[in-house]
């Protein structure tokens, strides 16, 4: 092995050890508030940011927003800068900067800042992992910032830094133990991510009235879809319509479904804000919205195969709300053959919701444990599964990589095969077809 490969290794055995490490350190991934963070940032000098910033905040369709906002900007010739969560397969893809993940060695100099300047300040892991980010870009000096939070959005950590402008996509019930049961209480922590005086896109069509009365308490300046801006489909394409001017003939965004035009609205009423700093060619947007990409967010893989080819669909859906969407997709896209579904998830979500939305769809489930602590035990999934599957077959395996294996054999030419339930389930059997590919 070469000196630089020897170094390269290093660098990921000692990323893994800070990884355990912060894991390890707190009782909790996440804990919401905001005083703890912001006090060590304060500490290290990552506020005020210095560059323009975005951020993000939805139940569903924050990643896709993020995804266009990147690439729109990206083909504009800006540098951008992003934090996501979580990650498929490698940590480092929640921090990225001009489209490349951070370094394995700039992220451990990044904990080790963090580690000394923290004192006796217990933070949790995605504390930590939003403080290494900031640090990051602070070295990289990008032309902007996109912030995705984790959870909510009022105590959320990225809320620390003032956003220029905030996006609040689709809201639907999920982490209810932090945020409320309701759509009005978990639309009200989103709105917590408005500033006063500075724009606020909201993306729902349907907003809770609570987002709207905490963004009209915060002094936001409120842009609707559906009442500030929109899309006008026609037969080339479609339009952004907006009341300060909109742009014609745009091609339809490279990820699947409808409602990637509604996250395609957002991002270009949220850009249409930084034009005090750049102004995005119509150009740039039509290239951006051409070349986005984004893993498990109904990704589609046409695989060959000498009797005909099968289409493998991943979707990180999680949540009723995703579940709906993805359910939508799957009716709206071409072919009739039947529908073959993996499927695992986490304990803590609503599993009996999104299996009732999806279960009239599938024609043969292949159930596998997903490899986490928090994943719904084997035996209570298959349980609720049947409740919903009505003739339908449930076969269980004992990872969701063998369950995908197994469904991937019995898919037959001009069937489809749905691999769903969380990014954890989309990660495991996308790892296999990904060394394959290899």
């Not at 809320?159 to 009005?184: K, Y």
């Not at 986490?346 to 599938?362: F, H």
């Amino acid at each position: 092995m070469s000196g630089t490969a020897t170094s390269r290794a290093a660098a990921a055995d000692d990323l893994r050890c800070w990884l355990r490490r912060h894991k390890r350190a707190h009782p909790a991934e996440i804990e919401l508030g905001l005083e703890r963070v912001r006090e060590v940032a304060l500490r290290i000098g990552l506020l005020p940011a210095a560059w323009p910033v975005v951020t993000v905040a939805g139940t569903n369709g924050k990643g896709s927003t993020v995804a266009l906002l990147e690439s729109i900007l990206r083909e504009h010739g800006c540098t951008t800068a992003s934090y996501t969560s979580p990650h498929i397969h490698r940590y480092n893809e929640r921090i990225r900067v001009g489209g490349e993940c951070a370094g394995d060695a700039a992220l451990c100099e990044a904990f080790e800042v963090i580690e000394r300047r923290r004192g006796d300040i217990s933070l949790s892991f995605f504390e930590v992992g939003t403080l290494a980010a900031l640090w990051h870009f602070h070295r990289c000096s990008p032309d902007v910032v996109i912030l995705e939070t984790g959870l909510g959005g009022r105590l959320d950590a990225v809320n620390i830094v003032d956003a220029d402008v905030a996006v609040i996509t689709g809201i639907g019930i999920d982490h209810t133990e932090w945020l409320g049961s309701d759509r009005e209480s978990i639309a009200a922590e989103k709105a917590g991510i408005a500033r006063p005086g500075r724009p606020c896109i909201y993306g729902d069509p349907q907003p809770p009235r609570g987002a709207i009365e905490e963004l009209a308490r915060r002094g936001a300046a409120v842009e609707r879809f559906g009442v500030d801006f929109n899309y006008r489909k026609h037969e080339h394409g479609w339009d952004f319509v907006a009341r300060d001017g909109g742009i014609e003939d745009l091609p339809p965004p490279a990820l699947y479904g409808e409602i990637q035009l509604q996250n395609a609205c957002c991002a270009l009423a949220a850009l249409a804000h930084l034009r005090g700093h750049f102004r995005v060619a119509p150009d740039a947007v039509r290239r951006g919205l051409a070349n986005v990409q984004l893993r498990g967010r109904f990704q589609i893989r046409r695989v060959a195969a000498p009797d005909g080819e099968r289409l493998h669909i991943f979707d990180i859906a999680h949540n009723p709300h995703g579940a709906g969407v993805m359910a939508g997709n799957l009716r709206a896209l071409d072919g009739s053959g039947r529908l073959h579904a993996v499927f695992s998830m986490l304990s803590s979500k609503d599993v009996e919701g999104v299996v009732r939305i999806v279960a009239p769809l599938v024609d043969c489930w292949y159930l596998g444990e997903a490899g986490s602590s928090g994943a719904l035990p084997l035996a209570q999934l298959c349980e609720i599964v049947r409740r919903h599957a009505g003739a339908a077959p449930v076969r269980h395996f004992a990872s969701v990589a063998q369950a995908y294996r197994e469904a991937a054999s019995h898919t037959a030419a001009g069937e489809r095969l749905l691999v769903f339930g969380s990014m954890l389930t989309v990660a495991e059997a996308l790892a296999g077809t990904e060394q394959a590919a290899r």
